[in-house]
Each structure stands twice: as C-alpha cells, then as structure tokens.
C-alpha cells in the first residue's frame, strides 16, 4: 500500500481542491482562500500562487519576519457519482511567507509554505506525516491521469468492473444477487478501489500483480484483472 507521506505528497501535487487557512484572514470567502496553482519544491515545500491582492497574501505581507502558521486543507472527491463521495482529506501545517519573483503570472505573488507537518485521513485510514517523510516520499505516477481513467472504467466498461465481484467467492455473489452496483472508486499504482453500493455499501481492493509506473503498465494489469475476472 502507499505510504501516508506518498498519499499526502499525491493529494498536494493533485487537482483536488484546496484552501489556505490563516489566522486572521477566517472571514475571507473561500475562493479567495484557494490556491491559482500548488507544486512542491525540491526541500518539500510547498509552492502556492494565489492573486496579489487577495487577503492570504496580505496577511503573509504584513507578517514580514514574523512566523505565519498556516494550514493547506485538501479535499479528494472522487470523480465518479458514488454514495459517502468524499475519499480524504490532507492537512499540510507550516509557516508561510511571500515568495517574490517566482510567480510568472501577472498579478499575482507565489507563496511558500515551509512544511513543519501533515496529516491525512482517507479511505486507507487515518496517520501523521513528519515533515521529512513528505519531503521525501514519492508521488503516485497515475495522480495526473486518474480521474480520466476512473471515469473511463464507469462509463465505457460498467460490466468489467461489475464483473470484479466474481474475484471476491461468496461475497462476490451476494453483492451481485442482490443488485449492488460496482463503481471505480480509486486508481493507484497498487491497484484499483471499487465500491459496491447498496443499503450497506462496502470496498474492496484489486491489487495489482506488481505496482504500475505508467499508463502501459496500467492497461496490462487491468487486462490481467479483467481476464482474471471473466473466467
């Protein structure tokens, strides 16, 4: 399974969304609290660019030398329609300061946030980060193509992944005698999640034989779980 460092790292470098959450700037309406653009720098910092006007900014301004604490809060939703929709969510807690001449964009002002710790809590549990692990873990090669292929799988092949229940023995069965519905939840380099819906819906994993570094591995192990399935 990944790591809580590489499921954070993944959730920060993602298109999840995300708010900065200041001390004094509360009231802010939540769209000025969203980051334009986030990456994570070379010592696990974490890059946000946000309009140079918008109250984070002049908080981090008038902050100056003085230490800012802050917290990025991100949010997974999946991206297929799917009862309990929220997946996890990450915090990321450190101290921000302004971050001149790194944005591009007109207008706006890059900030740093200079990581002390994280958190998570996803549908793989709930665990710490130190600022070191984050730095170092290893972001999952699928994160940018995710949503895509989930929304793929539901839309183009609903009977394959129905299909997955038959790798489950009894429990497979009864899922599919009494109408649950199977939904890609989530897609990573281990494996795929899916969700059987119903009055008590439940997950599953389908591990992968060996985790995938690309696309290509992708579609050969889906391949292998699909034929896997179908006999």
Known sequence: MPSAAERTRTLVQSTCSAVLLVPGVEAARPDQLSPEARAVGPDGEVFLLFPADSPVVRAATHAQDDELA????????????????IRGRAWVSGWLTCAPGLATEPGCMMLRLEVGEASIDDLWGASGVEAEEFARAPVD???????E?????????P???????????DRGKGAVASGRRAVPLALDRFGLRVRFTGEQP??????????????????????????????
Do not use: C
Not at 70 to 85: G, H, K, S
Not at 142 to 147: F, K
């Open 70 to 85: 802050a917290v990025l809060e991100i949010t997974d939703v999946a991206p297929v329609a799917v009862p309990n929709r």
């Open 159 to 169: 009977d394959q992944v129905q299909a997955l229940a038959g790798l489950l023995g």
């Open 202 to 231: 439940f997950d599953t994993r389908f591990d992968f034989p060996e985790p995938v570094r690309d696309i290509t591995g992708l579609r050969r192990a889906m391949h292998t779980l699909f034929e896997a399935a179908a006999h």
């Open 149 to 157: 292929l989930l929304q793929h799988l539901h839309s183009a092949h």
């Open 141 to 147: 090669p699928l994160v940018a193509h995710e949503t």
